[in-house]
């Protein structure tokens, strides 16, 4: 997930020490990373061991909400004043869960230590992990982005895509659940929308209504998109079963005013087409559903009031 480019990071100094490097922690607003990877030989030590680890605090820098929601004008779109006061003081997250933490103790112990070049790159995101054995301390250490830790004795570990370090982090922390999805829910409107647009740079017109699923899974196709991939784009993550969760406003053209809405959500279907009738505030929790306006603005609606004020012809 990218963050706004004024978003607080922090500047991690290199100093080689060993055959893995050596980081040191420091007070600027930059994340360092390694401009080039040499892999040390032989391996060096190992990845922390949290073997022992009972209880997991996981710190978001700056805070939970900069990491799910970075853009400041969808965080108005999308939540509420009490939601956005929630998601700024939810700075960090405890769990106790056993298999979880097992889970995430399996996944850093395939890292592989590396000592890094000089220089410096933004980072979206650091999450500081700090494991307990009951009130012992074990050694914390910092994720950096998706797929790099940090310790705090000065050690690099990279990891493989497919490790996916930030599915397991999503696990012990439950609380952000629904609002990743909801987030993931509008960007899936947005692309949506974008594969609209290239349906209408080449036919000059929005399909029609009742085909409108096929045309737009059509355009993925002619990109050679995966099936996979596709199939997802029409599914908002937390609905469940169907083949598709939107619905396009048939009173929606290319040139009516901006704030019409376009695409919204839905009970599951297929080329799914009409207006306030068909939308859903059922499929988030807590309750209420995404809409796409003509403009490409999306919007969390909550209440069937806010539904009535909306623009539909």
């Excluded at 994340?31 to 030989?41: D, G, M, N, T, W």
């Excluded at 890292?111 to 700090?130: D, L």
């Excluded at 406003?249 to 919204?264: A, G, I, W």
């Excluded at 929790?285 to 999306?298: E, I, S």
């Amino acid at each position: 997930m990218k963050a706004d480019a004024g978003q607080a990071k922090k500047r991690i100094s290199i100093s080689k020490s060993g055959g893995c490097g050596t980081v040191t922690l420091g007070a600027a607003l930059l994340l360092a990373l390694p401009s080039c990877v040499k892999v040390s030989e032989p391996a060096g030590p190992p990845p922390p061991d949290l073997s022992r680890c009972t209880r997991v605090e996981i710190r978001y820098r700056p805070s939970i909400l900069e990491y799910v929601f970075p853009n400041v004008s969808e965080r108005e779109n999308l939540l509420s004043p009490a939601e956005l006061q929630y998601l700024q003081s939810l700075k960090t997250i405890v769990s106790t869960n056993r298999e979880q933490i097992k889970a995430l103790a399996r996944k850093i112990a395939l890292g592989s230590c590396y000592e890094p070049g000089k220089g410096a790159i933004g980072v979206p995101f650091t999450f500081y992990v700090v494991c307990y054995q009951n009130g012992e301390r074990l050694t914390p250490f910092t994720i950096v982005g998706s797929d790099t830790v940090a310790t705090e004795d000065g050690q690099w570990f990279r990891y493989r895509q497919d490790v996916d370090l930030l599915a397991t982090l999503h696990a012990l922390t439950p609380q952000i659940r629904p609002f990743q999805w909801r987030m993931t829910c509008a960007g899936r409107l947005g692309g949506l929308r974008a594969n609209l647009s290239l349906f209408l740079r080449d036919t000059g017109a929005y399909p029609a209504p009742n085909k409108w699923c096929d045309a737009i899974a059509q355009v993925h196709r002619t990109w050679q998109d995966d099936e996979e991939d596709i199939s997802r784009s029409f599914k908002c993550p937390s609905a469940g079963r169907g083949r598709s969760h939107y619905a396009m406003n048939p009173h929606c053209e290319p040139n009516t005013p901006s704030d019409t809405v376009l695409f919204f959500e839905t009970k599951a279907g297929w080329n799914q087409h009409g207006g306030p009738e068909l939308f859903t505030f059922d499929n988030h929790d807590p309750r209420g559903g995404c809409v796409k306006l003509n403009d490409g603005t999306v919007k969390f609606i909550r209440t069937e009031e806010e539904l009535a004020q909306l623009r539909w012809k």
